[in-house]
T-cell receptor
Framework: AQTVTQSQPEMSVQEAETVTLSCTYD???????LFWYKQPPSRQMILVIR??????QNATENRFSVNFQKAAKSFSLKISDSQLGDAAMYFC??????????FGKGTRLHILP | DTAVSQTPKYLVTQMGNDKSIKCEQN?????MYWYKQDSKKFLKIMFS???????INETVPNRFSPKSPDKAHLNLHINSLELGDSAVYFC?????????????FGPGTRLTVL
């Protein structure tokens, strides 16, 4: 069975500082995708960053980067230079080749001015 | 017990046809969503309904029309299907409020337009 675990229900970071959100996953698939989604108060899922499991290089998108440790099945999200607009729920997700997607429980990120 | 179900799982159809995808959730949630999975595998929001009322309507061709007969159902009707509509469509639901705004996803409907 595919599982995704986010062990931090809530986190806070000072504006302009760096924060890392943890995610571990378990899958028996050899080929899969990992995502971080942001959920603002309007509640839809917005993609933050995506990583293909066969790629060793960590994905980056502007201030967002991941630390993908395939052997450890770890996929953490680093947000640099945190901004007030980054405050949201963040969900880690794993999708296999059959498009079955499993989300973690989410981490609520607070940005302190 | 399936929490969020979609029918059909696979849909193959000709260009120009009209088709519907049905979604039902038995979780008692107030909010339902339709997402389209693009070629890079990530999910893009299309619509969101809260208690049968449309609350999110992203830039989607007006050939796509969601219909919510009650809060447990959110169907997606697509008119005049085009090749570019081929994708996997996911339905989801969530309950507002609480610490976690977890969304529960259906299994997806793979639409292939020929």
């Amino acid at each position: 069975a595919q599982t995704v675990t986010q062990s931090q229900p809530e986190m806070s970071v000072q504006e302009a500082e760096t924060v890392t959100l943890s995610c571990t996953y378990d899958t028996s698939e050899s080929d899969y995708y990992l995502f971080w989604y942001k959920q603002p108060p309007s509640r839809q899922m917005i993609l933050v960053i995506r990583q293909e499991a066969y790629k060793q290089q960590n994905a980056t998108e502007n201030r967002f980067s991941v630390n993908f440790q395939k052997a450890a099945k770890s996929f953490s999200l680093k947000i640099s230079d945190s901004q007030l607009g980054d405050a949201a729920m963040y969900f880690c997700a794993c999708m296999n080749r059959d498009d079955k997607i499993i989300f973690g429980k989410g981490t609520r990120l607070h940005i302190l001015p | 017990d399936t929490a969020v179900s979609q029918t059909p799982k696979y849909l193959v159809t000709q260009m120009g046809n009209d088709k519907s995808i049905k979604c039902e959730q038995n979780l008692g949630h107030d909010t339902m969503y339709w997402y389209k999975q693009d070629s890079k595998k990530f999910l893009k929001i299309m619509f969101s309904y809260n208690n049968k009322e449309l609350i999110i309507n992203e830039t989607v061709p007006n050939r796509f029309s969601p219909k919510s007969p009650d809060k447990a159902h959110l169907n997606l009707h697509i008119n005049s299907l085009e090749l570019g509509d081929s994708a996997v469509y996911f339905c989801a639901s969530s309950q507002p409020g609480g610490v976690y705004n977890e969304q529960f996803f259906g299994p997806g409907t793979r639409l292939t337009v020929l």
